[in-house]
């Protein structure tokens, strides 16, 4: 099953069909083995597309599994536990949700409208797809308005996060001065991440100790929503999850429409007419992209990584901001060898194999081109689009990439990397 894709190279693809076969568990799929052995929230949704071009009942089935673990408020957690292992750490014991199926007590960002609207119309079994779609609808409902609701009480049109690792950016520079006001846990444990991948493509050990005072401070505070909107020290307005929660929140729409769903969409409307107008407050015409915002000191957060240019992706920019972002992505291409790293190089926390701090992740890349291309800027979303066929060309399908020489970092054999490449790098850009 080896392609000729329009960049005249080869990409893998029944390595990669290969590669969601191995992480499959039996209705969901692990990111990789070892350092991530249970189900992630937006690795699934990712992942989704992936089976889709192999097995569409499974496709479906990786969304309802997720969904099985969605809290009564609605939430969809980042973790669903399914089956104890000790390779990882924090578990649920640390977490302190076991109600029904263990899980982590945060979100991700809610990816899953979009790609379940990309698996409707991408489908061939129609009328299958049409009765998950039913069943699927009243929850996804569920879970953008529990955004909106205790993410958003105010109604200020820009939901918060709670947690680096809600924004599935965790160890971002964008977070450094707000995660550096959160105290530390003054208990020690074992990390299990060090065991599987080389420090120096790891957060560090500080970050680490405040991103479990905060697993604590929920739990301690018995996941109260007030309790913890009104005292949590860590309260970001994400511009990654706005943006993505603004696009998933237009294809739920959508799917309503399609379904005849007509049930709580009025709200929703209104929600997404307010985030179009709030956006506008985290536009930095200097930087030429949006900026997330620290809630607690009001600060910008001045970094330039992928998540300020996610606005393409959730359709929230003007046309001039759309020109703007464009052009600094343009140029952001030129810096790098490979594109495009999650942090601006010329930042002065950029790290080429530190995570978040630098390396290249193929998801965002997708998320950056759809972003290009609707805004009628074709040839940006085939740079992105080549960049990525080349980091896969010369590492395989690794979690992250060296911007610099497209080394491979992380776990390999990682599930929505292969996801990516089957769904998007499968079709020429
Ligand atoms: C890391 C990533 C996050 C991802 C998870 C599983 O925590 O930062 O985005 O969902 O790993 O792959």
């Known amino acids: 099953m080896k392609h000729q894709n329009n960049d005249d190279e080869l990409i893998d693809f029944s390595l990669a069909a290969a590669i969601l076969c191995q992480n499959d568990r039996g209705g969901y799929t692990i990111p990789t083995d070892g350092l991530y052995p249970f189900q992630w929230s937006w690795d699934s949704a990712i992942t989704a597309l992936g089976w889709l071009r192999i097995d569409e009942k499974r496709a479906w089935q990786e969304v309802e599994t997720m969904f099985r673990g969605q809290w009564d408020n609605g939430m969809v957690p980042h973790i669903l536990f399914h089956k104890d292992a000790e390779s990882y750490f924090p578990g649920p014991d640390v977490w302190g949700s076991t109600d029904g199926i263990p899980s982590s007590t945060i979100s991700q960002p809610p990816v899953w409208a979009t790609t379940i609207r990309v698996m409707y119309e991408s489908c061939r079994d129609r009328s299958f797809a049409k009765k998950k779609l039913q069943q699927l609808l009243p929850k996804l409902i569920a879970y953008h308005k529990w955004w909106y609701r205790e993410r958003d009480p105010a109604n200020t049109g820009l939901v918060c996060s709670y947690h680096p690792w809600e924004s599935g950016m965790d160890n971002s520079p964008a977070w450094d001065d707000p995660l550096a006001a959160v105290p530390e846990v003054d208990w020690s444990y074992h990390r299990r991440d060090l065991g599987h991948v080389d420090s120096e493509q790891r957060p560090h050990k500080p970050e680490y100790d405040r991103y479990l005072y905060l697993v604590d401070f929920y739990k301690r ?209």
Request: glycine share 8%; charged share 20%; net charge negative.
């Open 221 to 429: 505070n018995k996941f109260d929503s007030d309790r913890i909107h009104a005292n949590c020290p860590y309260k970001v307005a994400d511009i990654g999850i706005i943006s993505i929660l603004q696009r998933a929140g237009n294809d739920l729409l959508d799917l309503c429409q399609i379904a005849s769903h007509m049930d709580g969409v009025e709200e929703l409307q209104d929600e997404l007419d307010r985030t179009s107008v709030a956006i506008n407050s985290l536009w930095s015409a200097d930087s030429r992209c949006f900026l997330s915002r620290d809630l607690i000191t009001g600060d910008s957060l001045d970094q330039i990584t992928t998540a300020t240019v996610l606005p393409l992706f959730g359709g929230l920019g003007s046309d001039i901001q759309a020109e703007a972002m464009i052009g600094l992505i343009d140029e952001w291409l030129d810096a790098t060898n490979f594109g495009i790293s999650s942090t601006h190089p010329d930042s002065n926390r950029y790290e080429a194999q530190r995570y978040w701090r630098g390396p290249v992740w193929l998801h965002i890349n997708w998320m950056i081109a759809t972003g290009a291309s609707d805004y009628g800027y074709p040839a940006i979303e085939q740079r992105i689009h080549t960049t990525s066929v080349d980091c896969i060309k010369a590492a395989g399908f690794w979690e992250y990439f060296d911007a610099s020489n497209g080394n491979g970092c992380g776990g390999d054999n990682f599930s929505w990397t292969a996801a990516i490449a089957l769904h998007w790098l499968n079709t020429p850009a």
